[in-house]
C-alpha cells in the first residue's frame, strides 16, 4: 500500500494506492506550525477511519509547494510505516521532460500534474489547477513540458478584494453563479466563477492556437468542481490527477 501526498498552499491532500488502483482520498488543511508527531497522529487517524492501517504503508512519496512541512511530513511517516519516503525534487526521478528555461525551477506540483496528464491522456494537452494559485501547464505532442501560466486562485482573488476595499465582503462560492449578478454578492459570485470559467475558455484557445488545436484540456484542485461545469470549452475533470502523477512518480523510483 503506498501513500501519496499532495501538500498544498492551504490544503494538503491524502491518497492511499493497492494494486494501481486508489483507495481513499483525504483532504486536510496545511499547518506549517504541526510538528512531525502532530501530523503522524493526523495520518493514522485518517488511515483508521478509512479502514486502513498505518502499517500497512510500505512506501509514500510526498509533492509539496510548502518547503516547511516536508521534513515533518517525512518525518511522521517514517515514525509511523516501515517505509520509504520520496519527497519530489532533486534526486527523484520524474521520467518528465522539462523544456521551461530553468527546469530545477518547475514546482514539485505541476512536475506531478504533467505527469498524471501524460500516463492518462492524449497528448498534447493542457493542465488546470484550480488551488491557492490557478497555475496551468502545457505538454506538447512529444510528451515535454514546455511552459505555463501562474494566476491568482479564485480564493485569494476574493480575499484580496475583500481586504483592499472598503465595501466588498468575503463570500461562499457556494450558490448558483450568475452571468449578470443583481446584488454585491452575487456579482463577486458571477466574476470568481463565470469570470474564471470565461478565463479559462480564452487560455485554452491561446494554447491550441500553439500546441494544436487536437488538445486534451484537464482540470484538476480544490475549486475545479464549481468552475469547470460553466466553461465552453470541453474541458476533463480529474480530481486525483496530481495524486496519479506521484503515486507513477513513486513507481519510478523503486
Known amino acids: 500500500m503506498i501513500l501519496t501526498i499532495d501538500v498544498g498552499n492551504t490544503h ?9 488502483e486508489v483507495k481513499f482520498t483525504s483532504r486536510i488543511s496545511t499547518d506549517a506550525l504541526k510538528t512531525a ?24 512519496i510526498i509533492s509539496s509547494v510548502v518547503p516547511r512541512v516536508s521534513p515533518n511530513l517525512k518525518k511522521a511517516i517514517e515514525t ?15 521520467g518528465l521532460n522539462i523544456k521551461i ?4 525551477q518547475l514546482g514539485a506540483d505541476l512536475a506531478c500534474v504533467s505527469v498524471g496528464a501524460i500516463i492518462k491522456y492524449p497528448l498534447p494537452s493542457i493542465v488546470f ?3 491557492t494559485a490557478t497555475t496551468i501547464s502545457a505538454i506538447n505532442k512529444n510528451g515535454e513540458m514546455v511552459g505555463g501560466s ?52 480564452g ?7 500553439i500546441l494544436g488545436q487536437d488538445c486534451t484540456v484537464i482540470a484538476t484542485g480544490g475549486l475545479s ?18 495524486l496519479d502523477g506521484l503515486y507513477e512518480i513513486y513507481k519510478k523510483n523503486i
Open 80 to 94: 509511523l510505516c516501515n517505509a520509504k519516503v520520496f519527497v519530489v525534487g532533486p534526486g527523484v526521478k520524474t
Open 203 to 209: 487560455m485554452i484557445l491561446r494554447y491550441k492556437e
Open 225 to 242: 468542481s464549481s468552475i469547470i461545469p460553466l466553461c465552453r470549452e470541453k474541458v476533463i475533470l480529474d480530481e486525483n490527477l496530481l
Open 37 to 60: 508527531d502532530e501530523y503522524a497522529v493526523t495520518i493514522k487517524n485518517i488511515m483508521e477511519i478509512h479502514g486502513f492501517s498505518v502499517d500497512d504503508v510500505n512506501g509514500a
Open 12 to 20: 494538503t491532500i491524502l491518497g492511499v494506492y493497492f494494486n494501481n
Open 150 to 201: 501562474i494566476l491568482a486562485g479564485v480564493g485569494t482573488s476574493l480575499y484580496a478584494l475583500s481586504q483592499k476595499t472598503a465595501q466588498l465582503p468575503e463570500i461562499s462560492l457556494d450558490g448558483k453563479a450568475s452571468v449578470i449578478g443583481s446584488n454585491t454578492i452575487d456579482c463577486l459570485r458571477s466574476g470568481a466563477i463565470v469570470g474564471t470559467a470565461a478565463m479559462i475558455d
Open 129 to 131: 489547477d484550480l488551488g
Open 101 to 104: 528555461d530553468n527546469p530545477a
